[in-house]
């Protein structure tokens, strides 16, 4: 039982602060299950599982009376959801360190960027025509979401701001809906493989979905302008941490 709830209150403060900032609750929750002796496929899938859970409450919350994009959120998850079965498949054959600071890297120098640029993400601006780049970008976002997914939020939601002139609430949403599709087909990937243990995934879920639930409905209540302080924040802890492998 001390466990169950030592699970439960890991998930939901780990995800009430990434629902509400846009960083990434895996990153938290990831190296968290691994101390508890769970193998790093059982720890990344039991995220998955989580993740396909909580997003959809918090998309909910952020996307409440705000215009959705479905074709753009169509082609987003169609195009990322076989990089995100492929991405699964190959957890256990790469070398998470690695990869990580290079993602680490990315994010980074993208938050600087926005730093430099008061109003991005505040406000919503006119979309650029198109959204074929989005969709492509989706492929590479998808894999990566299969295989770790720590940080994909922060650069997804950058590029919604940046390709549809949404704000970061919006773009939140947005990115939500879109990695409930993709954590589903890689949880069950994981599944499949064998990657799965219900006494982490019950409680680890139960208690995402109530930081998930939390977090959104604080990030609303602040507005974008507030969250956007949050989110750069976050995203500079969450770069650094990847860069020194923290």
Known sequence: MARTLLIFAIACGATLLSAMSGGS??????????ALGV?????VGTDKIAGTFW????????????????PLLFGMIGAGIVAAVLGALVTAAVDPERLERIVGAIILVVVVGVGLRPAFGAVETAPRPGRGPLVALA???????????????IVTTLLLCAGRGFD????????YLIAAAWCGVAATTYWAQGAFDATLAVPATAGAVVGGYLG???GNRFGARAVRGIFLLAGTILATKLLLGW
Request: charged residues 10%; aromatic residues 10%.
């Open 168 to 175: 970061l609430l919006r773009a939140l949403g947005h990115y």
């Open 25 to 34: 609750s895996s990153l938290l929750t990831t190296p968290t299950w691994i």
């Open 139 to 153: 492929v590479p976002l998808g894999f990566y979401e299969g295989l770790l997914g720590s940080g994909n939020s």
């Open 39 to 43: 193998p790093l496929p059982v720890a």
């Open 55 to 70: 997003t959809l409450v918090g998309a909910r919350n952020y996307l409440h009376r705000r215009p959705i994009d479905w």
């Open 216 to 218: 959104s409905r604080l």
